[in-house]
């Protein structure tokens, strides 16, 4: 048995205004959206796109078997869900905003589903993506086949870029942790021109009160963010509850922040870290989460930073940082690379990065920017 997110109780908070209005007034061609309008047709087909990827995600986690995890070229792991996750996204994208042609820069791809050793695992990603759109059941009950969730999935392969709109999604970021069981994320979201306009962020296993301290009394977990350029941050529960405004912490004295990093000792240099929050004074142990999560619980404050320092040669893509990204500088943070610049999305499916990411609140930055250059530099001086 699962539980699945019915039509009726998917987000409904940021319909597109002009379906309210009469027809006549609807269609006239010179309606210019204000500035608060914006977005706001992309942002509601984003979150239902991202509520029902996350739907098949719990329900997927739950019944996660060993053989549906597996190696891609890379050797990082990759799960029905991620593949199933891929292609709801793409597909309710798709069918939300057929008016425009659609750009998506996405994690995963079908190669090896079509190959023959993944017809098994295809026929069960094409289960689960059926699955989840017959629940929701706002697309009717036409069943998609196997070669239609390959198509799907591969309408990721855009190079994105510096001008137009481009989607930019992971699937499942974390899919470490979401094979743990632990915090995991759905994220996606749209840059126009090179700057991300929106982004949606979907925390299925990260409960809805605070964890600060890295200890919760909260059973009530599937956390949903969202953001719009210049429009804030929000909240609200993944099975729609009605959603608030968030803000990052506003701690001004570094020794009482928390910092978060990758639960995953690989993914960042923790004895770099671990010098910087000695500069800070940081007292509290850092708290190690999986994914863009660790983005979200930023943006309302549960700690005061993250710190990301991957190993030299790694390469970070778009994906693993442009809804989180948004989400945490329209909550009034900052995220920028180790020598302060903000993140260039603009530049394919790669981020042009030299040395780490932090995030932190207005207050902190230029203390944490001290701290990150002093680390940075003893060690080059010591190596
Ligand atoms: N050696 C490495 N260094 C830094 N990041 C890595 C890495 N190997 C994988 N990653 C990225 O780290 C992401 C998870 O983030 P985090 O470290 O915050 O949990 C992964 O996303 P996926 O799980 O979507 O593949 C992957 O893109
Ligand atoms: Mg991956
Ligand atoms: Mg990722
Ligand atoms: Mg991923």
């Known amino acids: 048995s699962f ?121 069960r990603i094409t289960k689960l993506v059926n699955e989840t759109i017959e629940n929701d059941g706002s697309y009717g009950a036409s069943l998609l086949s196997p070669e239609d969730v390959c198509r799907a999935i591969d309408s990721g392969k855009s190079e994105g870029g510096s001008f137009g709109r481009h989607w930019v999604l992971d699937p499942i970021d974390g899919t470490k942790g ?98 910087i929050a000695r500069k800070l004074g940081v007292k509290a142990p850092p708290v190690r989460i999986d994914s863009q999560v660790k983005y979200g619980a930023l943006s309302r404050g549960d700690g005061a930073i993250y710190l990301r320092f991957p190993h030299k040669g790694y390469r970070e893509k778009i994906w693993d940082h442009a809804a989180g990204c948004i989400v945490v500088t329209e909550a009034g943070g900052v995220v920028t690379n180790a020598a302060g610049q903000p993140l260039d999305f603009s530049k394919g499916r790669y981020l042009d990065l030299d040395t780490g990411i932090i995030a932190t609140n207005q207050k902190l930055m230029p203390s944490l920017l001290k701290a990150v250059r002093e680390s940075l530099e003893e060690r080059s001086s010591s190596l």
């Open 3 to 123: 539980c699945c997110l019915s039509s009726s109780r998917l987000p409904k908070f940021a319909e597109p205004h002009l379906l309210s209005l009469p027809s006549s007034v609807a269609s006239r061609a010179l309606v210019v959206p204000s500035a608060s309008m914006q977005y706001d047709k992309e942002l509601a087909a984003a979150t239902k796109a991202v509520s029902l990827a996350a739907s098949l995600c719990q329900k997927s986690q739950k019944e996660l078997l060993r053989s549906d995890v597996h190696s891609k070229l890379d050797r990082t792991p990759v799960t029905v869900a991620d593949y199933g996750s891929q292609a709801i996204v793409s597909i309710v994208l798709e069918r939300e905003l057929s008016a425009e042609p659609l750009s998506l820069v996405a994690e995963e791809d079908s190669g090896d589903l079509r190959k023959d050793s993944g017809e098994d695992t295809l026929h």
């Open 178 to 275: 979401f094979l743990r069981g632990d915090q995991y994320a759905v994220a996606l979201a749209l840059l126009d021109d090179g700057k991300v306009a929106l982004g949606v962020l979907a925390c299925p296993n990260l409960p809805l009160a605070s964890i600060a301290g890295n200890v919760t009394q909260e059973n009530v977990v599937g956390c949903l963010f969202y953001a719009k350029v210049g429009s804030g941050t929000f909240m609200q529960s993944l099975d729609g509850s009605s959603p608030v405004k968030v803000h990052v912490s506003d701690i001004g004295n570094s020794e009482d922040a928390s910092l978060f990093e990758s639960y995953e000792e690989a993914h960042s240099m923790q004895d770099l870290t671990s010098s």
